[in-house]
C-alpha cells in the first residue's frame, strides 16, 4: 500500500546557523522516515541536508521562509527547530508557529528538548547569552541574616536559573547577590547598561574602562559629535585632545580647525585636492 500525500507527516524544518551537533539532527529526524520536510533554514545543517538528500529515506526540499511576513501561513503539520542556544533569530519563528497552533519541538546544543518557556525568557532581554552575574564573595561576618518568601514569574526565575549555572552556584545565591548589589538603585528613572552598551560606551569614550557611572559621566563630558550634512560624525577624548592642541598651535579656535580638516580632509578623498 503506498502512502498518500494526505498520510505524509508534514514536518517544518528549522535551525540556527550556528548548530553543530549534526548526528542529533540525523536522529530527530529518523523517527519518522515516512514524512515530508520543509526545509526553512537551508544554511548550516540544513543546507547539510539537503545536499546529502538521497541518503535519508524521507522527503526534503527547500522552502521561502520569512517569519516576519504578515500573512506567512504556515503549511506544516509540526516543527523540528535545531537551537544553539543564543541565536535570536528564531524567535519570530517560534511566535508565528504559537501564532498559528503549530505544534513544534525545540532541541537544544545538548540534543535535548527544551522548554519553549526557557526558550523565550533565555531572549526576552534581547541578550543572545546568559549573563554571567557579579558573585559576591562572603566575607566571615556576623550580620543578621532575614530569610523572605518572594512570589517571582516563571519566566523571571528561568532567567536567573540560567545566569545561576553559567557560575555554578545556586539561585538562591545568585538572588541574594543580585538584592546586595542592586539596594541603592531605587531612582524611578535610572539607567541601566548591560555588558555589551558597557563596551560600546568604553570604545566611543577611547577605550577607558568604566566601572562606575560617575566615570561614565566623566568621559561623555568629552566625547563630541559633528554633523557633517546629516551625517554624524563621533570624536573621542584621544581625538578631541590632539585636534586642541593643533587648533592652538595654528593659533585658531577649535572650531575653526575642526572645520577647515574636514573640508580639505573630504576635498583629498573624493580627488578634489591634491594633497
Known amino acids: 500500500m503506498t502512502e498518500t500525500a494526505s498520510t505524509t507527516d508534514r514536518v517544518l524544518f528549522l535551525a540556527s546557523y550556528n548548530y553543530l551537533n549534526f548526528d542529533a539532527v540525523v536522529d530527530r529526524l529518523g523517527l519518522t522516515p515516512h ?9 548550516g545543517v540544513g543546507h547539510a541536508l539537503l545536499k546529502r538528500a538521497t541518503e535519508f529515506p524521507f522527503q526534503m526540499h527547500s522552502i521561502k521562509w520569512q517569519a516576519t511576513r504578515p500573512n506567512l501561513k504556515v503549511e506544516a503539520d509540526r516543527a523540528l527547530i535545531f537551537w544553539d542556544g543564543k541565536d535570536a533569530a528564531l524567535l519570530q519563528s517560534v511566535k508565528l508557529l504559537d501564532e498559528q497552533n503549530v505544534s513544534y519541538l525545540i532541541i537544544g546544543p545538548d540534543a535535548k528538548p527544551v522548554d519553549p518557556k526557557h526558550f523565550y525568557a533565555t531572549l526576552a532581554s534581547g541578550d543572545k547569552v546568559p549573563t554571567a552575574p557579579s558573585v559576591i564573595v562572603e566575607p566571615p561576618s556576623k550580620d543578621t541574616r532575614v530569610r523572605v518568601q518572594l512570589s517571582i514569574p516563571e519566566d523571571v526565575v528561568v532567567q536567573y ?5 553559567t557560575v555554578k552556584q545556586s539561585l538562591e545565591k545568585t538572588l541574594s547577590d543580585r538584592l546586595r548589589s542592586c539596594v541603592n538603585h531605587t531612582s524611578g528613572r535610572g539607567l541601566y547598561f548591560n555588558d555589551e552598551q558597557r563596551s560600546h560606551l568604553e570604545r566611543i569614550t577611547g577605550g577607558h574602562i568604566i566601572t562606575d557611572a560617575n566615570m561614565a559621566l566623566q568621559k561623555i563630558k568629552v566625547v563630541v559629535e559633528l554633523q557633517v550634512a546629516g551625517v554624524t560624525v563621533e570624536l573621542n577624548e584621544r581625538v578631541l585632545a590632539r585636534c586642541t592642541s593643533r587648533a592652538k ?27
Open 249 to 275: 598651535s595654528e593659533r585658531k579656535t577649535f572650531e575653526e580647525y575642526v572645520k577647515k580638516e574636514v573640508i580639505q580632509g573630504l576635498e583629498k578623498s573624493v580627488g578634489l585636492r591634491p594633497y
Open 35 to 43: 514524512a515530508d520536510y520543509a526545509i526553512a533554514s537551508v544554511y
Open 161 to 165: 536559573e540560567a545566569q545561576s549555572k
